[in-house]
C-alpha cells in the first residue's frame, strides 16, 4: 500500500507539488497539471524540465490523471473522440519516458437529459471507450475508468455494463469515494432524485478495483446543468462519500494498491484573497489533508488488528 496525490492541489508548479509530497513523507505524485496545464498537453521543452526536476527529486508519477474521455468530451461527436485520442497518444509517449504504468480515463460526458440506458449513446461508448483500452493495451499501460460525470459514473450497473462491453486485462477501475455524492443514482432509470451512495456503488465494484482517489463531501442540493451536484468538500471521514467504511473493507480484505488524495476543498477562492495566501492555503490544506488521511489508515488498521 502507497500514498499518492493529486499535488496540483497543493502547488501549480512542479517544484511546489515535489516539496508538498516530500513533506509528507511520499514518494508519488498522481499527475494532472503543472502550471495549469494537463502534463499530456505540456509543450514538450516544459515536459523535459518536469521530468528533469522529477528525476532530481526521486519522487515519481504513480499515474497520468488525464483529460482522456473525461466530461469534456461529447460521446457522439466524433471530432472529440479524435482529439482525446490526440491526448491518449500524447500521454502514452510521456508515461513512457516517466516509467508510469496507470493512466486515469472516464467515458465521456454524462448524457443527464437523455434516457439512463440510451442504445445510441451506448453504442459511441462501447466503441471509444474500447479503442482508447487498446491503445493502452499495446502500450502495457492500465487504463483505469474513474466514476465521475461520465456514462460509467451514473451508477454502478453502467460501470458493471461497460466493463462487461469491453473485455481488457489492461481494463480496471480507480474508485473515487467522493464523486457518488456528486452525482444522482441512474442504475434503475431517468429520475434524477437519488444521490448515489459511495458505499452502494463500491460494494457492487470492488471485485474490479485497482486503484482509490480520497475524496469526501456533503451533498448540498442539486445542479444537474453543470453536470455536477452542488457540495461541500471535507477532510476524508467528515463527508457522505463512506470513506472509512470503505478503507477498512479494502485492508480488511488485502488491499495493497495506492490511495490518492484530491482535496477540491481550496479549488476556489475569494477574488479577495491575495495570490501568495491563496497558494499557502492551497499547500498546507494538501499536506493537512495527507496527514488526517493517513492517521485514518493507522486508526482503521487498529481496528482490525
Known amino acids: 500500500m502507497y500514498y499518492t496525490g493529486f499535488a496540483d492541489e497543493a502547488a501549480r508548479g512542479i517544484t511546489g507539488q515535489i516539496e508538498a509530497t516530500k513533506k509528507l513523507g511520499w514518494k508519488w505524485i498522481e499527475s494532472r497539471a503543472v502550471d495549469g496545464v494537463n502534463i499530456h498537453d505540456l509543450p514538450e521543452e516544459k515536459?523535459?524540465?518536469?521530468?528533469?526536476?522529477?528525476?532530481?527529486?526521486?519522487v515519481g508519477i504513480n499515474c497520468f490523471g488525464s483529460a482522456v474521455a473525461n466530461w469534456g468530451w461529447d460521446p457522439v461527436k466524433?471530432?472529440?473522440?479524435?482529439?482525446?485520442?490526440?491526448?491518449?497518444k500524447r500521454a502514452l509517449v510521456r508515461m513512457?519516458?516517466?516509467?508510469?504504468k496507470m493512466i486515469r480515463g472516464m467515458s465521456f460526458r454524462a448524457q443527464w437529459n437523455r434516457p439512463a440506458w440510451?442504445?445510441?449513446?451506448?453504442?459511441?461508448?462501447?466503441?471509444?471507450?474500447?479503442f482508447l483500452v487498446r491503445m493502452c493495451e499495446e502500450?502495457?499501460?492500465l487504463?483505469?475508468?474513474?466514476?465521475?460525470?461520465?456514462?460509467?459514473?451514473?451508477s454502478w450497473k453502467h460501470t458493471l455494463k461497460l466493463l462487461d462491453r469491453i473485455k481488457s486485462p489492461n481494463f480496471k477501475l480507480v474508485f473515487d469515494t467522493g464523486n457518488p455524492v456528486l452525482n444522482f443514482d441512474r442504475s434503475e432509470g431517468d429520475e434524477l432524485s437519488?444521490?448515489?451512495?459511495?458505499?452502494?456503488?463500491y460494494s457492487h465494484v470492488k471485485e474490479f478495483i485497482h486503484y482509490v482517489h480520497i475524496k469526501d463531501a456533503k451533498f448540498l442540493g442539486s445542479n444537474i446543468e453543470s453536470g455536477f451536484n452542488k457540495a461541500e468538500f471535507t477532510f476524508p471521514g467528515e463527508g457522505e462519500g463512506d470513506v472509512v467504511r470503505i478503507v477498512t473493507d479494502l485492508l480488511k480484505n488485502g488491499y495493497d494498491g495506492g490511495f490518492s488524495m484530491e482535496p477540491h476543498m481550496k479549488n476556489v477562492f475569494h477574488e479577495s484573497v491575495p495570490e501568495g495566501q491563496r497558494e499557502?492555503?492551497?499547500?498546507?490544506?494538501?499536506?493537512?489533508?495527507?496527514?488526517?488521511?493517513?492517521?485514518?489508515?493507522?486508526?482503521?488498521?487498529?481496528s482490525l488488528a
Open 78 to 88: 466524433e471530432e472529440d473522440f479524435k482529439a482525446t485520442v490526440e491526448q491518449l
Open 96 to 100: 513512457k519516458r516517466l516509467n508510469c
Open 143 to 154: 487504463y483505469l475508468h474513474e466514476n465521475c460525470n461520465n456514462y460509467g459514473g451514473m
Open 194 to 201: 437519488r444521490v448515489q451512495s459511495s458505499w452502494e456503488f
Open 280 to 302: 499557502q492555503e492551497k499547500f498546507d490544506n494538501y499536506v493537512e489533508y495527507g496527514r488526517r488521511f493517513m492517521q485514518l489508515v493507522d486508526d482503521v488498521k487498529k
Open 118 to 130: 440510451d442504445a445510441e449513446i451506448e453504442a459511441h461508448v462501447f466503441r471509444k471507450v474500447e
Open 47 to 58: 515536459f523535459e524540465a518536469v521530468a528533469a526536476e522529477l528525476e532530481a527529486s526521486g
Open 139 to 141: 502500450a502495457g499501460v
